[in-house]
């Protein structure tokens, strides 16, 4: 019979476990830790299924203040770690995991609970809205690199399918090319820096127009250094920040470069007073 209770430390070496078997991936339990208990704004609620105390199922949320454009606070639950074994898909575990996890949601003051995904239809099924696709970018910088990357993406891919891939480098390389890059430098001071944690909120809350409806992620320096300084999934972190004349933070831009040397935007924040042309 499968069972279904909140976790303590005491699983977390056998969660990961889980995780990896299933996704054979290799999770450190640095970074679970991290994730998940280490978390700014409280430590994740995460719910287990278990059949004879093997776990079968994980789900949890993890805490994320948000602020709307009143500055009011609303506690919101980032959903992660959705897994249930094959073994046992289509016996409900993954809906009766969210049912017990709404409930513990509730007593602990979260009013909202989201996330990302790409399996749309259990989500709808448990009441959750989709209110945009979420999709990916590139820029090439170097072309016969990023080619080499990315047809080793998918050793499926035949001469078409490399064609067309060289092809998209070819013309997100020109695209970068033209860029006017002189726009930057002559109206903005851009530094590099090991961190930049404050002022954050400041930038988001320069676009808030519509106090009705608007909302963002509480930056706050606590939030920051968790997400980006010291987060363990992280290679190498280049923090750029742009400063008017007087030397006011107006944007920031941070990479994630992995050991490929490819380099993942993880966060991109401008105040709403640059000019359109430069970003």
Known sequence: MVKYRIANKKDYEAINSFHNKIYSSNRTIKQFYWEFHYCPFGKSIYVIAEDKQKIIGTNCVIPIELIDSNN???????SEDTLVDPEYRGQNVFYNIYHVLFDLCKKNGIKVIWGFTSAKKPFKKLGFTIPFEHQQSIAVNKIFSSYRHLIGLNSKNKVLDKLKIFGLCLYSKSRVFIKNKNLLLEKYNITVQEQIVEGINDLIKSNLSNPSSLFYISQSNKFQKWRIYDNPN???????????DENILQGLIIINSDRNKVGYISQSTFHASLDESVA
């Open 72 to 78: 009011q606070i609303i506690l919101s639950g980032k």
């Open 234 to 244: 992280y290679h190498n972190i280049y923090t750029f920040g742009f400063y008017n």
